[in-house]
């Protein structure tokens, strides 16, 4: 009778799940026509008089022609050279291959609109996006948070696969920059993410996840050359997983890893599991005229914690897990040259973060007379150390047909990456060096009423460096931490090829254009590619 | 404002500068674990524990570490990481007609290093006779004819594994709160006490029920030859027409048939049903137990219930483990995570692999017989003493 009962209340909390997400379609278009309707009131203009009149990568143009906009300070905002300025977009996505981390699924599908949006006011500008996700990743295995995650090493996994995960996810994004005097502005931009997440399968996860980034910063042009910004933001991520079974008296082992094959793992028919990350950081920007330097610091903390639910037992509700802290500092340097309609744009970039994982040691204690029992940390132990250095070069060429559209253009790239984690007691460790490098080139070809573009990305993964020293070999170290460290650390190209046409349906101000993108990535044996189909409206 | 802001800033930067990110505070301890031989070992003449195993087990990140202990009968364990720790070791010698068999386990928080000053206490058995054993548990069923789960044969059998008749008067059988694949939410008070939501006693006789040394009783489900009986199962693999007592439910009279046997006694019966039933798959863990006194009034003196804000109606009852005389836990499979008795009792449960229905079960393993008299294993490990995936064989002591 018991058992009958509870599976009653898994399957309908199921049911609830898939029918939350089926809600959420609804409550996602209906936002989508409101958001819409918002802007379709305002009065916009077409920029140019050719077929789009802006570019397509839009972002690419604005860091072009305004590098402290790379910056992140929402105060540079009010420096956008784009005053008004609206697109609609829908997309099409599919990946596949077995070039991948072990977690990722076999294939993805996915279904995307976006809209996002500048408009100047006066002293305001103003920008706003909007963003809906729905994705269906089939064959899974090993990953039972909403994303694949491989920022951390406290990761939740079961063991059979074939999973599909069915995620929604909503991205709302508003900004705004006001120039206080002619020499100050300051800014504010705030961007919430919600999704929620389900898989098919036993042991299947329900993930409900939610970001919130809030930014504040300010930016003083002390001479008609000189220009000193600073920002302070903060960002919260939440992460809330229940697993459960649906199937009459079964239970699952469910793994939670610690880092280079260590794990506990618990047999249930219900689990929960929550991760918790509090980041905050600032960055400091300087631009004297043609040269923009900026640097940066982050601080993270994330906790974990894992309840088992029975019923009544609040004690059994919440115990901490681990605790993972960050500390990243960057530093880059751009040089711009804008000789006629041409940009030239140097930057140089370099990233350190460290990490280090800790894992607490909890005891039933009893807090009090009534019989009322807490985890209690009486001990919390550095386990674990994670260091990545990053080195990045970059040059790229812009010539513009216009003041927002680009004619052609090239870039080249140098990525230099150092990756290395280290357990202790018993000590293990992972090291990987990587270079990276870019090449593209892009050209918009204008026809009549309409015009094209074609854009081609070539990029191969040289390893320089790898070696790994595990102590014992088991089933996650076989599994997942060795297929995921060949991922990361091998030898591979990849080719992307984007064309887009475009044509206006509407003199001087609105146009529609068709974006197919196909990028392939391939190493000796294995490869993967993908696929995006987008169609977009520019108003 | 712009002042502020870098202050702000500078001071930010200060904050993040605070931590030594490239020498995180790393800790190992070492522990050393003595093992004095008790008094009673030595007076048959053991006089060292060297070269004995130990095994120190992990209990957060299951691994096991194994030692050999010293002439001094010392065990050193270098350089664990800190954590909660479950040690175990036993020792079997035989002197004349006498086994000696001692086993040490226990619990170590290793959140320091452990001097040998601060020895451990360890529990040593003598084995020379034993008391009442659980000596065969089947409960994974049979399949029938019709490819159906058939598990209404399923049995009990308790051992006199001494040397001298036993009464089984103040014997209960007892089942624990939880099965072995969920979380035991008692786990609090393991150390000390087990919770169970049956015990059933044998039925009133003036005389007690004695029982011969290398005697033993059978608490069948259902008292009746499965294999023959229209009732039965012709694929069961036991005939308990002649068990002893018979497990019955008194709430009703068309479900559970009162067969000859006589019934045994339900003191405490928290999901009463129309029958009893021990998990087909394993989970069940299962004791003896002997309580002095009065047992119904132990038992409305010793109700517990879950939850300690609001707690549930439905009540245990909570049983000293001084009060055990033999437990078994049984699991699922190997990869068993919940204890739901402290190791003192059963260190590791046993399983039928074969899963339900198999129509097979658990079995004590005979150590040696004396004078014709089987003497079970009895080392309170489970996983060690009992051969598991046998054929039944109730009532056949050889």
Redesign the interface.
Same mark, same amino acid.
């Given at each position: 009778m018991?058992v009958t009962r509870n599976t009653i209340k898994k399957m309908r909390l199921q049911h609830q799940t898939y029918f939350r997400i089926s809600h959420n379609k609804y409550l996602s278009i209906f936002t989508l026509i409101c958001f819409f309707s918002v802007f379709a009131i305002q009065r916009v203009d077409a920029q140019e008089d050719n077929a789009r009149g802006i570019d397509t990568d839009i972002h690419s143009v604005i860091r072009a022609k305004t590098p402290i906009m790379r910056s992140g300070n929402p105060a540079s905002l009010y420096y956008s050279p784009v005053d008004s300025f609206i697109i609609l977009a829908t997309q099409y996505s599919h990946q596949s291959g077995n070039f991948k981390s072990i977690s990722t699924g076999d294939e993805l599908n996915g279904l995307c609109a976006q809209t996002f949006s500048f408009q100047r006011l006066d002293k305001v500008m103003l920008y706003g996006s909007f963003d809906y996700l729905n994705q269906k990743e089939q064959g899974m295995q090993y990953s039972n948070t909403y994303h694949v995650r491989h920022d951390t090493p406290y990761l939740f996994a079961d063991t059979i696969g074939g999973d599909t995960y069915k995620r929604e996810q909503f991205v709302f994004t508003g900004a705004l920059a006001y120039s206080v005097t002619s020499r100050f502005a300051i800014g504010g931009k705030v961007n919430y993410m919600t999704g929620y997440g389900a898989q098919d399968r036993d042991p299947r996860t329900q993930n409900k996840i939610s970001t919130t980034l809030v930014s504040i910063g300010?930016m =003083?042009q002390l001479t008609e050359q000189l220009k000193l910004g600073?920002d302070?933001f903060y960002n919260y991520y939440n992460e809330d997983i229940e697993t459960i079974v649906v199937e009459k +008296?079964a /239970?699952y082992?469910i793994f939670n890893l610690?880092g280079l094959g260590? =794990? %506990?793992?618990? $047999?249930?028919?219900t689990f929960y599991r929550l991760y918790q990350r509090n980041a905050?950081?600032?960055n400091?920007q300087f631009e004297w005229k043609n040269n923009l330097l900026t640097a940066g =610091?982050k601080?993270f903390k994330e906790n974990v914690y894992d309840g088992?639910r029975? %019923?009544? *037992?609040?004690? %059994?509700a919440r115990k901490h897990d681990s605790e993972y802290?960050n &500390?990243t500092?960057k530093a880059s340097y751009i040089y711009t040259l804008r000789p006629n309609d041409f940009v030239h744009q140097f930057s140089i970039c370099a990233k350190k973060a +460290?990490y280090?994982g800790s894992e607490p040691?909890q005891?039933?204690i $009893?807090l009090n007379e &009534?019989? /009322? =029992?807490q985890w209690t940390t009486? *001990?919390k132990? +550095? $386990?674990y150390?994670r260091k990545q250095e990053q080195l990045r070069f970059s040059y790229e060429l812009s010539k513009f047909r216009s003041r927002l559209q680009r004619n052609y253009w090239i870039g080249f790239e140098m990525d230099y990456f150092n990756h290395s984690e280290q357990y202790? /007691?018993?000590d293990m460790s992972l090291n990987y060096k990587n270079l990276y490098t870019q090449l593209e080139a892009g050209k918009y070809i204008k026809m009549n009423k309409s015009g094209c573009q074609i854009n081609l990305v070539y990029g191969w993964n040289k390893n320089l460096d790898r070696d790994t020293d595990f102590t014992?070999d088991n089933f996650i170290t076989e599994r997942i931490i060795v297929p995921d460290y060949l991922f990361f650390s091998s030898g591979h190209n990849s080719v992307k090829a984007q064309i887009e046409y475009d044509f206006k349906i509407d003199a001087n101000k609105y146009c529609v254009g068709l974006n197919y993108n196909l990028h392939n990535q391939y190493s000796s044996s294995n490869k993967r590619g993908s696929l995006t189909i987008t169609l977009s409206a520019f108003l | 404002m712009k002042l502020r802001l870098i202050y702000i800033v500078i001071l930010l930067l200060i904050y993040a500068c605070s931590e030594d990110w490239s020498n995180p505070s790393i800790n190992t301890h070492n522990i050393k674990i003595e093992f004095a031989i008790p008094d009673v070992a030595i007076k048959e003449g053991l006089e060292t524990y060297e070269g004995i195993n130990v095994q120190l087990y992990n209990t957060r990140k299951d691994y096991t570490i194994n030692a050999i202990t010293d002439s001094n009968g010392e065990v050193d364990f270098k350089e664990l990481e800190p954590g909660f720790y479950q040690y175990n070791t036993s020792y079997e010698e035989e002197r004349g007609d006498v086994l000696i068999s001692l086993n040490g386990s226990g619990n170590i928080e290793v959140l320091d290093d452990i001097s040998e000053k601060n020895d451990l206490e360890v529990t040593f058995e003598q084995i020379k006779g034993g008391n009442f054993v659980i000596r065969e548990f089947y409960y994974s069923g049979s399949k029938t004819v019709a490819g159906k789960s058939y598990s209404s044969d399923q049995y009990i059998e308790v051992y006199n594994n001494s040397p001298e008749s036993l009464n089984a008067n103040k014997i209960y059988l007892v089942e624990l709160e939880s099965y072995g694949y969920t979380p035991n939410y008692w786990s609090y008070m393991q150390a000390d006490s087990i919770v169970v939501k049956m015990i059933w006693a044998l039925p009133e006789s003036s005389e007690g029920h004695i029982i011969a040394p290398g005697d033993g009783f059978i608490m069948a489900r259902d008292a009746l030859n499965h294999r023959s009986d229209p009732n039965g199962n012709p694929n069961s693999p036991v005939d308990l027409g002649n068990a002893d007592f018979e497990f019955w439910s008194d709430k009703t009279t068309t479900g559970d048939i009162d067969h000859e046997a006589p019934n045994m006694i339900d003191k405490l019966w928290t999901y009463k049903g129309s029958d009893i039933a021990f998990h087909t798959r394993g989970g069940s863990a299962i004791a003896i137990v002997e309580i002095p006194g009065n047992v119904d009034e132990y038992i409305n003196n010793n109700l517990v219930a879950k939850g300690a804000i609001t707690p549930s109606s439905r009540l245990f009852c909570k049983i000293p483990n001084e009060y055990v005389v033999d437990a078994v836990e049984v699991l699922w499979d190997d990869d068993e995570t919940y204890k739901r008795m402290d190791i003192s009792l059963d260190s590791r449960g046993t399983y039928v692999a074969a899963k339900s229905p198999s129509g097979l079960c658990v079995r004590r393993k005979i150590r040696r017989f004396i004078e014709g008299r089987a003497i079970y294993q009895d080392t309170n490990n489970s996983y060690e003493d009992f051969d598991h995936d046998v054929v039944p064989q109730p009532g056949i002591y050889k």
């Open positions: 018991i300010g =003083y600073g302070l +008296d /239970v082992t610690t260590t =794990y %506990s793992k618990h $047999k249930e028919s905050y950081g600032s400091i =610091y601080k088992r029975e %019923s009544g *037992a609040n004690w %059994s802290r &500390n500092w +460290d280090i040691l005891k039933l $009893k &009534n019989n /009322v =029992y009486i *001990a132990e +550095d $386990k150390t202790y /007691v018993p014992y | -």
